[in-house]
C-alpha cells in the first residue's frame, strides 16, 4: 500500500468502527481521528467527551462493544453510591471511564488544552495514532425542538432521543479554531486522503466542520475526501440518524447524505446492498460492504477507503467518472 498519513473525521460509533480498520490496516503513526466535540458536556463538574473516549478506547482496544460506549469489564461502584446519596444517574459512568474524566478534567483546570491532554492520554493508553478533539475550545450541539432548545446529552441520553428534532445549533463554534494537531495533520505533505466516516452527519460530523478554519484546511490539503455512507438499505445502523432525516423532511437514502454534505466530499462508499443507488450520485462512487460487525470487516472496508482514494489521486482532473 502507499505510504501516507490519513485523516479521519469521526464521531462515536460508527466512526470509531471505521477509525478502528484504519488503525489496523496502516502503519502505526499515521492516522489522526478528529472527534466531534459537539457531545462534550460538563457534568458532576467533569468534562466528558463521549465520542472522543469512544473512539479512544476503541483503538485502545478497551472499549464495551456491546454498549458501544464505556469500557469493556467495567465496575460500577461509584454510580451506585451516588444513587444511594440521591445524585444526578441519568448520565453513567464507570468507575474505570470515571478516572479518564477525572484526571482530564484535573488537568483542563489547571489550564492545559483539551488536544494535548488527549493526544498524551491516547499515547499513555498505547495508541499509535493521534486521537484528538476537532479543537480546544467548548462548542457544544444543541438540538432545537418543537418545545424548545435541549443540551446535546438531555436529548441523546436522558430523553433517548426521543424528541422531535427541527434544526441543530452549534454553540460556541464561532469563537473555536481547528486544534494545532488537527491543521499539521491535515497540512503534511504525505495525507493520503480525509476520510469522514459513517457517522451522524447532523451531530456527529457538522459539529468538526462548524469550527471555523476546518473545512478550508480540508479543502487546501489537497488529498481527496472520501465519505462513507452512515445509511445502508435505508436505514441507519445505530442510532437517531434515520429518524432525525426523517424529522428533518429528507428521504432516508444515500443520495440524501451525499446531498447533505453540498458537494464538497470528492467520492463515497456506499453498501453493497444499495448497489443502485449509485447511478443517483453526482460524485464517483465505490460499491463495498459498510456493515462493520467483525475486526475483519472493519479491515476490508478501511483496505476499500484507502485503494479508492489512492486511485482517485492517480486520475487526472477531477471529471472522473462514476466507478461504482
Ligand atoms: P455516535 O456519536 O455514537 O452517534 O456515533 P456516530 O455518529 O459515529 O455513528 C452513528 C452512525 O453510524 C449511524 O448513522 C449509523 O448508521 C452509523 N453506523 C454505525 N455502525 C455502522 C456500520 O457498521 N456501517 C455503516 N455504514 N454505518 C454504521
Known sequence: MTPGTVVALSGGIGGARLALGLYRVLPPGVLTVVCNPGDDFDHLGLRICPDADTVLYTLAGLANPEAGWGRAGETWTFMKVLAGLGGETWFQLGDGDLALHVERTRRLTGGEPLSRIAADIARRLGVCAR?????????????????????FQHYFVRDRCEPVVTGFEFEGAEEARP?????????????RCVVVCPSNPFISIDPILAVPGMMAAIRAAG???IGVSPIIGGAAVKGPTAKMMRELGLEVSNRAIERHYQKWIDAWIIDSTDAADAARFSRPVRIAPTLMRTKADKDALARAVLEFADELRARTGPAADNGA
Open 131 to 151: 486521537v484528538v478533539p476537532a479543537c480546544d475550545a467548548a462548542v457544544r450541539t444543541v438540538v432545537r425542538t418543537p418545545g424548545g432548545r435541549m443540551a
Open 179 to 191: 486544534c494545532r494537531a488537527v491543521l499539521e495533520a491535515l497540512a503534511d505533505d504525505s495525507l
Open 223 to 225: 488529498a481527496p475526501v
